[in-house]
């Protein structure tokens, strides 16, 4: 249940990068957002049932190097306390032990280990990203399409004037199994579906210091 898509925006952003050759070869970029903006979407799909939800604790930080990209690094967080579905049953039973357990693990984390097959198009770059999906103690290799976009000296605008800096824009839709994470595995899956698609709408902040 892994079509894994997310850090490849990594990539995708160091060549946006290398378009930039005034600036520094390596640049990082902060997903702790103070707006709330920041956010992850989840859906079952079920042919009897379907179940949405999203989250807005993401933090974490991606260091990428325009001069080598596959030297990307870097996690993306998402606070499991902050996982919601409307239901209020349905959310007691999502933060259970059962599910996703989330006083007992409360981060989900993708963890960047490679970058492949970027492209460039303008200011933004495709790649694909792999690395380490880790959901309620359980670990699992992945590789996500992701979409990233460079905006340079756009901070101060996101920020209202606050800050000034660069801004990283990353998009991804990727899918992963239920089964895979133990989440609930007795659930029958014509209303509990197995794949879980997950899509990451983030903007990361590299601030000039």
């Known amino acids: 249940m892994i079509h894994h898509h997310a850090p490849a925006a990594l990539l995708s ?6 378009s930039f050759s005034a600036r520094a070869a390596e640049q990082t970029f902060d997903f702790k957002d103070p707006k709330g903006v920041n956010n992850a979407t989840f859906k079952l799909d079920a042919p009897l049932e379907t179940i949405t939800g999203s989250a807005n604790g993401v933090s974490g930080t991606l260091t990428i190097n325009r001069d080598k990209p596959e030297a990307t690094k870097g996690t ?11 239901n209020a049953t349905m959310k007691e039973h999502l933060h259970g032990k059962d599910w996703i357990d989330s006083k007992k693990h409360p981060e989900i984390k993708f963890t960047v280990t490679g970058l492949s097959d970027f492209k460039m198009d303008g200011d933004t770059a495709t790649a694909t990203v792999a690395g380490t999906f880790s959901l309620k103690g359980t670990e699992k290799p992945v590789t996500v399409p992701a979409k990233v976009t460079l905006l340079p000296g756009m901070l101060g605008k996101r920020s209202n004037g ?3 800096g660069d801004l990283l824009v990353i998009r991804s839709t990727f899918t992963i ?30 601030p000039k210091k």
């Open 162 to 164: 606050q800050m000034q």
């Open 13 to 18: 952003t160091l060549l946006v990068l290398g």
């Open 177 to 206: 199994k239920r089964s895979d994470y133990g989440i609930n595995p007795s659930a029958p899956t014509d209303k509990v579906a197995d794949d879980i698609e997950i899509s990451l709408a983030i903007a990361g902040a590299s």
């Open 76 to 86: 993306i967080v998402v606070a499991a306390p902050s996982l919601h579905v409307e």
